[in-house]
């Protein structure tokens, strides 16, 4: 039947596509291997908070547990170019690495821009969103994705948010931020009671930030 002929002779070019690829594959794999050290890296469950804060030359931050700037546009929007609350002008983007840990969570906050965290290392992260329409909501980002978790996450500008637990990530976001002007700490009974549903979640965060030099301000 020409059908199965057909059939039969794209299945056969197919295998042989596979076939090739593999073999080039293969081939890059024992070139890889070939040219790095003997000494295996360290899996990334090796690192402790405390070696990635140096390897990484973060600084404690005072809503992000420990940060460091990675990029700051150097072009920028000039003033009267973006709509309030952006209209003195904004750098066109920013990104940077935040690590958080238990004794190191993030505080609540908020920042005016828009960002997208993405995930790197470390224990899923839970974060409480509370939108400028009153709903709350819980979020995890993680390597899980079968399971539901996101490598990546829209945080829309000014969504409070706070978070727990040991996790490297990073954010980028848009237009760049100015710390002084776009970074603003939550107050904790008002948000409370303004989102009842997560308000022991709030407290219990809140509560579990003992480090000073974490608390200290930094840059943002």
């Given at each position: 039947?020409?059908?199965?002929?057909?059939?039969?002779?794209?299945?056969?070019?197919?295998?042989?596509?596979?076939?090739?690829?593999?073999?080039?594959?293969?081939?890059?794999?024992?070139?890889?291997?070939?040219?790095?050290?003997?000494?295996?890296?360290?899996?990334?469950?090796?690192?402790?908070?405390?070696?990635?804060?140096k390897l990484l030359n973060l600084e404690p931050n005072a809503p992000c547990g420990f940060v460091r700037v990675t990029f700051l546009s150097k072009q920028s929007v000039a003033p009267g170019g973006l709509p309030a609350p952006f209209s003195d002008g904004r750098p066109?983007?920013?990104?940077?690495?935040?690590?958080v840990t238990p004794e190191?969570?993030?505080?609540?906050?908020?920042?005016?821009?828009?960002?997208?965290?993405?995930?790197?290392?470390?224990?899923?992260?839970?974060?409480?969103?509370?939108?400028?329409?009153?709903?709350?909501?819980?979020?995890?980002?993680g390597p899980d994705i079968r399971g539901g978790q996101r490598v990546q996450l829209l945080i829309p500008g000014n969504t409070f948010h706070s978070r727990r637990r040991w996790f490297l990530g990073a954010s980028t976001e848009w237009p760049g931020v100015v710390p002084k002007e776009d970074v603003e700490l939550g107050n904790l009974d008002q948000l409370a009671a303004d989102y009842p549903a997560v308000a022991s979640d709030l407290r219990a965060i809140a509560a579990s930030v003992k480090n000073p030099a974490a608390a200290s301000v930094g840059p943002r």
């Open positions: 039947m020409r059908y199965s002929r057909s059939h039969s002779l794209l299945r056969r070019r197919l295998l042989k596509g596979v076939a090739a690829a593999g073999a080039a594959t293969g081939l890059f794999s024992l070139r890889s291997n070939a040219q790095s050290p003997t000494r295996e890296t360290p899996m990334s469950d090796e690192l402790t908070s405390d070696e990635v804060v066109l983007g920013s990104a940077l690495y935040f690590l190191a969570p993030v505080r609540l906050h908020r920042i005016r821009n828009d960002q997208l965290y993405h995930y790197y290392l470390g224990d899923p992260l839970e974060l409480f969103l509370l939108h400028s329409n009153g709903r709350a909501e819980r979020v995890i980002v």
